[in-house]
């Protein structure tokens, strides 16, 4: 049985915890989706409804859940986004 090969995006989420979660801070009262960037190796926070409005209905309707989930579980959403990889992946993640 082969044994799972671990997440890359989530060991940068894991690196950039404490950056994207400072940044998150700034923005509460908006409760930004959280974006980096691994080509820019940037932070971004974004309102809700702007992040939405450039995904696929698919993704809208994934995010919607997920963003509602998060902010009832104190949490918060961030995507990692892989140009090169051509990867987009999201994760929640404790507001703490």
């Not at 989420?13 to 989706?33: H, S, T």
């Not at 190796?41 to 939405?52: I, K, N, W």
Request: hydrophobic letters at 30%; proline letters at 6%; aromatic letters at 14%.
């Amino acid at each position: 049985m082969k044994k799972p090969k671990p997440d890359p995006y989530w060991q940068v989420v894991q690196e950039q915890y404490d950056n994207l979660l400072d940044l998150y801070r700034q923005f509460a009262k908006e409760r930004p989706v959280m974006l980096f960037d691994m080509q820019e190796q940037r932070g971004y926070a974004y309102p809700y409804r702007e992040f939405s409005a450039d995904l696929s209905k698919k993704s809208q309707l994934s995010l919607a859940s997920q963003y509602r989930d998060a902010c009832r579980d104190g949490q918060m959403v961030v995507f990692i986004r892989d140009n090169e990889e051509r990867k987009l992946r999201s994760y929640s993640v404790p507001i703490s």
